[in-house]
């Protein structure tokens, strides 16, 4: 039978496949050369070919297909040797052609995967697969004339034409937790690319998705009809709005019954103000595109070698670095994980210092527990940083040798940030000098013949009694290295 | 297949056209007898025919990626049915 509403999370299973839309870094459109450039004054960035005026010529933006290309091979997509345009006609004011130019039958890649993992172990490590992506041109903007209340709509062609990657996964996820996961890598390997600047805010990414739920009902195997949902501003709405969706979908099959294959694929809009989805409206045989081939625009041919090459130029992937961080200096996962989420300069600062440094350890605690503390207190990245990587470097091999004891070391990097300055300069600031054995072994003693009584406590046993020392040594000394205090004490008392 | 009144209708939705009944059923023999012509192409042995993906016998018509200058404003408003000084009005498009 059917489980009680108060087990709906174990009623079902989420099933979740994403659409993602980047637009590529190129400097001109996809199919003419008027600017890509976000924020100008509306339609100053048109011409006749992408605001569709008869006979304009559309041409191929070589950097645009060159991205496409790079993004597929990171993602493991297989490239065809043939690929072609189509027109996927509809009407819509804010695509002035009548159709968009996209790809149909034979997209530029297919049947590629990213690998997505949960550091704190929410879902085991998995991989998701990508059914294809290819390339598309944008359409421009509606702007809802609301304050002069008048019934128009007013159109900005600036962002028409402008190259988009659609990345479309297999429906692998299997909650939203793994959703947002599978965005965040995405958006990571594309920001490492290079390709994508990834800004949601600027409508660079955009994400919609496709969720239903599956379930057993006595022994059968039960699926929801699929809605695809819009509107989805950020990672964080994608997460609430499959939890939203999934849970809606159960109780309406409750209601009704209705399975995959009744009723039709619905599109629904996430309302991030209500958190909920509502069904959008129906655009009467909007699903009908009737594609085919675009006749202004002439196929491309991949060769094998030119895929090879690509190849061969691609860089190290963040799940690479993950694991390159791990064997070559010594992190664990988390920290790995930590440091290339950060961004590839990041990587290159933390390995910078880990090389110079000899210490992957060090390096890894001192970027994750200072640094980057630093950069997210300031809202800075790393390339505003003060401390080169060689400073900081210079910095932990003071503490390796001795020369700057640990707990000092935090006051040092301190200073260094604030005086813009080197370790050995701090340490002249703050007058941090390491004091030697003699100096030291004196020191004690004097403490020693000062306080009889703890003495006492710890011939009797009481050992702990020795850190009361340790801070009026700190007094006298600043530059006292508790732990060598703390031996050399107990070494004195032992002996007497 | 013989071409009816309902997919002429439908046809016509998908193009934005108004077509009276006249005009209906006008358009379905017209369309008819060009379906029925290019049904000609059927008789041909395709057997061993690859299918076309283009027309073009072109391949890798690429432009570099440099920004030109775009129009000015004025100009590629000029002909908008309906404007103000930065964009073109057009009747509401529904919040969906
Ligand atoms: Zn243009």
Sequence with gaps: ?496 | MALTPEIVKQVSLLARLQLSADELELMTQQLGRVLEYIDKLAEVDTENVAPLAHAVELSNVFADDQVAPSLPREEVLANAPKRDDACYRVPAVLGD
């Design chain 1, 1 to 496: 039978m059917i489980t009680q509403p108060e087990e709906t999370t174990a009623a079902y299973q989420t099933v979740v496949g994403l659409e993602v839309h980047v637009q590529l870094l190129t400097q001109s459109k996809l199919f003419c050369r008027c600017s890509t450039k976000f924020g100008a004054p509306p339609n100053t960035q048109t011409c006749p070919v992408c605001t569709g005026m008869p006979g304009a010529l559309p041409v191929m933006n070589r950097e645009a297909f060159r991205l496409s290309l790079k993004t597929a091979i990171a993602l493991d997509l297989h490239i065809p040797q043939f690929t072609k345009w189509d027109r996927k006609n509809y009407f819509y004011p804010d695509s002035p052609r009548g159709y968009q130019i996209s790809q149909f039958d034979l997209p530029l890649s297919e049947h590629g995967f990213l690998h997505i993992s949960d550091p704190q172990g929410a879902f085991p490590p998995k991989k998701i697969r990508i059914l294809r992506a290819h390339l598309e041109d944008d359409a421009g903007k509606s702007l809802h004339d609301e304050a002069a209340g008048k019934a128009d709509s007013r159109i900005d062609l600036n962002r028409a034409g402008t190259p988009l990657l659609e990345i479309v996964s297999e429906p692998d996820m299997r909650s939203a937790q793994e959703a947002r996961a599978y965005l965040t890598e995405l958006k990571l390997l594309l920001t490492y690319l290079g390709v994508s600047d990834c800004n949601m805010q600027e409508g660079s990414l955009r994400v919609d998705a496709n969720v239903n739920i599956h379930m057993q009902v006595d022994g059968e195997k039960i699926a929801t009809p699929i809605v695809e949902i819009k509107n989805l501003n950020s990672f964080r709405a994608v997460e609430r709005a499959v939890v939203y969706e999934a849970q809606r979908q159960y109780e309406l099959w409750r209601e009704t019954g209705k399975k995959l294959g009744d009723a039709p694929k619905q599109t629904r809009g996430w309302d991030d103000q209500a958190q909920l989805t509502r069904a959008q409206r129906h655009k009467e045989e909007s699903s009908d595109y009737r594609y085919f081939p675009d006749p202004d625009l002439a196929p491309v041919l991949t060769s094998a070698e030119e895929v090879e090459k690509l190849k061969a130029a691609m860089i190290q992937r963040p799940a690479e670095l993950r694991s390159r961080l791990q064997t070559d200096y010594a992190l664990d996962a988390h920290d790995a994980d930590v440091i290339v989420n950060q961004g590839r300069l990041f990587v290159d600062y933390f390995i910078a210092v880990a090389e110079k440094s000899g210490s992957g350890k060090l390096a890894g605690n001192w970027i994750q527990q200072s640094v980057l503390r630093y950069l997210n207190e300031q809202e800075i990245g790393i390339g505003e940083f003060d401390i080169s990587a060689a400073a900081l470097a210079e910095m932990i091999d003071l503490i390796q040798s001795g020369e700057l004891a640990s707990s000092r070391a935090k006051d040092v990097f301190a200073e260094m940030l604030n005086a813009k300055t080197t370790a050995p300069e701090a340490m002249k600031t703050l007058g941090i000098e390491a004091v030697d054995d003699s100096t030291l072994v004196t020191l004690c003693q004097s403490l020693l013949d000062d306080n009889p009584r703890i003495v006492a406590d710890v011939q009797g046993g009481k050992q702990q009694a020795v850190g009361a020392l340790i801070g009026q040594a700190k007094k006298k000394n600043p530059n006292a290295n508790p732990s060598e205090v703390r031996k050399i004490c107990l070494r004195l008392i032992d002996a007497m």
